[in-house]
């Protein structure tokens, strides 16, 4: 049981460059969730799924896109990276019954 | 919309003392859920302790318990016998009930456990 991972664990951009981070989780949560985290700031979340095939912005959406094909994997997507997305990227699952959220290790991005 | 506030940006304590982090909320909503997370030099979010708002008696997890002030919108965390490995970022978190889980996250405190 690996709980929530997220691929990859660093990465490094050149403005304008797209790419996309990879959460999956074993648990079988109906939710995911991603989030940025800033110096100085807790988390904030940019969006989320509560289902396959269902997304919604959260507090700092633009300039993101998520896809949640299956259950298990909810997708990031950078289309054009901008120096502000410079963050760490982390990704969280949860059940509708429990209210906690489980963490992925986190994803640090920077883009120059 | 809900927000969370953690006053103390970094605190420090010796190690076998005890440590209260301060949180306070803002929110409209009667039922709701309060969270400690802990996040060490290896990034990992690990949680700490919950409360729901419905519930009066504080919430314990072996060496941190809560104080949970619902009329004053106050949520601290403290910390028994500190140990090092308490050295970290505590955030406190917020989730209103009815079927969202969207957490609103504190900024953040920063404790330091000194041998």
């Known amino acids: 049981n690996a709980g929530v991972t997220q691929t990859p664990k660093f990465r490094v951009l050149k403005t304008g460059q797209s790419m996309t981070l990879l959460c999956a989780q074993d648990?079988?949560?109906?939710?995911m969730y991603w989030y940025r985290q800033d110096p100085g700031m807790g988390l904030r979340l940019i969006h989320y799924s509560v289902g396959e095939g269902t997304t919604a912005k959260g507090e700092v959406p633009d300039g993101y896109n998520v896809s949640r094909l299956k259950k298990q994997n909810f997708l990031l997507g950078l289309e054009s990276a901008a120096p502000s997305q410079t963050s760490v990227y982390f990704c969280a699952s949860s059940s509708p019954i429990m209210d906690e959220q489980f963490f992925g290790p986190g994803t640090r991005l920077t883009v120059l | 919309a809900q927000t969370v506030t953690q006053s103390q940006p970094e605190m420090s304590v010796q190690e076998a003392e005890t440590v209260t982090l301060s949180c306070t909320y803002d929110t409209s909503e009667s039922n709701y859920y309060l969270f400690w997370y802990k996040q060490p030099p290896s990034r990992q979010m690990i949680l700490v302790i919950r409360q729901e708002a419905y519930k009066q008696q504080n919430a314990t997890e072996n060496r941190f318990s809560v104080n949970f002030q619902k009329a004053a919108k106050s949520f601290s965390l403290k910390i028994s016998d500190s140990q090092l490995g308490d050295t970290a970022m505590y955030f406190c978190a917020f989730v209103p009930g009815a079927g969202s889980y969207q957490l609103t996250f504190g900024k953040g405190t920063k404790l330091s456990v000194i041998p």
């Open positions: 648990m079988n949560h109906e939710y």
